[in-house]
């Protein structure tokens, strides 16, 4: 008895404790735990796989999570009280019963706790994939533009917004971890790019990306650069609300919209989101389309995105922010920092290493 | 001076004299006029069309072009004060100095000035087509499920609702002009049919034509029905705001929402259409869908429109109802009984004959 709790790790988690009614607040909604530990010799793998987590990804979307009233996905359950936080990162094989993982491989995980040493079932391990790393970029990069963030962007961008040279295409949170892509595809494509940042310092890194029209949301009127800039054929939405009504009142015929979360209503306590102008919808035939990354879109565009945008970011034609956080106690204030948009680029938990 | 004179006849006119800010009042908003003549033997043509109006269709768009602020389609034009109103509608020709009409022809005008006499221009005569009426069918039926209404219905249909057998559809306004032609393709493809509508009369219209869940939403809840016989894989929409909130809230992944006009919208000062529940629209990834008639479509499907819908009215396959008034000065009346939705079937205003 003694000698195995000598060998027990501390476990540390980051646990959901409690339905938010506006923003996450850390320490309360979410909690880094250290009452549990782990023996991460002796652990029974019952054919699955033990790991170290190693980077996190830190999305706006885990908000959502936290609605309980959320009408959820198949794809995206909502999170459970007094048990981890789960969202996508990388872990390393510490120990595997798993012919295909070895140890000291580097995982993706999409669905993974927020614990330092998750144990994959032998089901969850068919959810695992080896990240096959090219050398000129971090590992953090696979939770970023080389992964989810950047597949949503594309697979988005290719199935929903039929982006044709001379647009006008118009991305609100274009330096954040999705927009950031989308801005840098739809210049790629020839487009006239207008896109908006909450801060002069990211209005900068959209105007390193190569974007058009790049303003502070804060200080100009998003209808009135709108009105000047457009009409917008492609809007790619992040936000909702009255953002998206200016959208919709500068549309251009047979316009576009990608309906890419609304984290206007994330942090309120209905989660609704006011929506005024859909009536123009009708008169200028207008289509919006919801996009959740899931299965299905990745596998249809996942080859293509190896050429057209990890190549790119390999090879610096595409570029990408990183804010990195250390230690997986921040990860309650960099969900918050996410939802406040106050993270420049990308936000990642390291959790070890680099 | 004395025998031209002698030789006019009263051209009475429905003319837009008023912008409204709520229902459009009849005598206010819109008034009969009879204080212009026309002399029929001598006006002279210029290469035009001198015409009888024969029937207008009294639809639920006329009301959004009395809002000034709307954004226009280049297909659709807001009216203009002291004006006539301008719609759909069938006329006669009179004289002709174009080959292709000849007097006594039925000619179809999508754009039609609402008085007793159009004489349309060189120019006009472009839009103006031969009614090719089957002997099966009234005139009337030709400005609604022949028509117009009908075409919207099965256009938008075959462009958007991509419908499967087996799926659930929710249509508002079932028994409306364009709702009624939604429900009986959409029972004709082998779908569960849920539709809504204002009066009990209504809804026996709408058992009449197969639907398999009719209802009141004056006197049953929506979101219950909803919830109860959904989700819902395609739903068409005439009135947006609460209704299409409810639908939201019901919708399965990657449902279709095609949005067919806001009726909810058209009546009020801003023309505001308030909406909330569009983040379902994320997490279950729908597409929105604005729908207007216009020619492109038109012309992409009319071929199987004449052997889809109209052949199936003609045989009794398929079914209509019409509320027909007689006289240009019932038109007001008409107008605003539509956006009250106290007509029952396809309005139509008989100016002569049948």
Redo the contacts between chains.
Sequence with gaps: MSSSTASNTTNGRHLFKEYPTGFPTPGQSTVYDTSASIDLDHVPLNGGVLTKLKVLSIDPYLR?LMNPN?????D?VPFALNEPIQGHGIVEVLRSENDKFKSGDFLHADVIPHEEYPLFSKEATETLSIVEKRPELPLSVYVGAARMPGWTAFAGWKEYAKAKTGETVFVSSGAGAVGSIVVQLAKHQGLKVISSAGSEDKVQFLKDLGVDVAFNYKTSDTREVLKKEGPVDIYWDHV?GDT?DAAL?NMN?YGRIV????IT?YNTE???????????????????????I?PALIEKYQSSFEEEVVAKLADGTFKYREDKRYGLEEASQAMLDVQKGSNVGKCVVVVDGE
């Design positions: 959502e959320l009408g959820t996905s198949p995206f909702g998206l009142e015929q309906l890419c979360g609304m209503g209905s989660g609704d989101v006011p929506t005024q102008k859909l009536y123009t919808a009708v008169w200028r035939q207008l289509s919006l389309h919801g996009l959740l899931v």
